[in-house]
């Protein structure tokens, strides 16, 4: 009897065995079936790398689809230049000591050394909106605005002969000449007094102007 139920137990044993090796096996296939259905994600339709079709030398930011030489300036005419052809600034937009009226004082301009005669120009596009002639400390100048709303003055002058308001001037320009010495810096002798003004009040010209010699 000992021996019968000893043979069960071993024959039961394998059956058992046999099972877990058939379920192991099943598993094993349905594994192997899955994956190999599987694509690669580059390979599924649709997909792409996006650089594939990208040329590395077309020059454009993929960013934003633009050529970078788009942002750069395309002239010089937005570009202020300089109210005299040989510019060389004598006193700049500073707390200097005013000789004519014997004071410090904040000088809100930019005063070019200069001679009675020596032509003004125009530092960029715009038109003309002042003209004065007449002034009563001879004090005469010429205002121009520009489409950035920024004007620009210069001051004791000669306005060009026919130069009238509403005038439009190109940068360069002849628009006057330096007058003789008078006016509030009259002890600083002839020169160009110019200013600038943006939204209405009076800014340093050396944030405009390229200046190489100060």
């Known amino acids: 009897m000992e021996g019968k139920k000893t043979k069960k137990k071993v024959l039961l ?91 410090y004082a904040v000088h809100q301009g930019m005063d070019f050394e200069g001679k009675a005669g020596d032509k003004v120009l125009a530092v960029l596009d715009g038109t003309v909106t002042k003209v004065v002639t007449n002034h009563v400390l001879n004090e005469n100048y010429v205002t121009i605005t520009h489409k950035d709303g920024v004007t620009s003055t210069y001051k004791y002058i000669v306005a060009k002969e026919g130069l009238k308001e509403g005038a439009t001037v190109k940068r360069g320009d002849v628009i006057g000449e330096i007058a003789a010495a008078g006016g509030m810096e009259m ?28």
Do not use: W
Request: glycine share 8%; charged share 30%; with cysteine.
């Open 187 to 214: 002890s600083q002798g002839e020169h160009l007094h110019f200013e600038m003004r943006a939204n209405g009040k009076t800014v340093d010209p050396d944030t405009y102007l390229e200046i190489t010699e100060k």
């Open 13 to 103: 044993y394998y059956l058992i065995l046999a099972a877990c090796l058939l379920v192991i096996a099943a598993v094993t296939v349905t594994v192997v079936l899955t994956v190999g259905r599987k694509q690669p994600v580059a390979e599924k339709p649709g997909i792409e790398n996006p650089d594939d079709n990208k040329d590395p030398d077309d020059g454009k930011d993929p960013d934003d689809g633009k050529d970078p030489d788009d942002d750069k300036p395309t002239g010089s005419d937005n570009k202020y230049g300089l109210p005299l052809e040989n510019a060389s600034v004598s006193c700049g937009y500073e707390f200097a000591f005013d000789e004519t009226l014997d004071r």
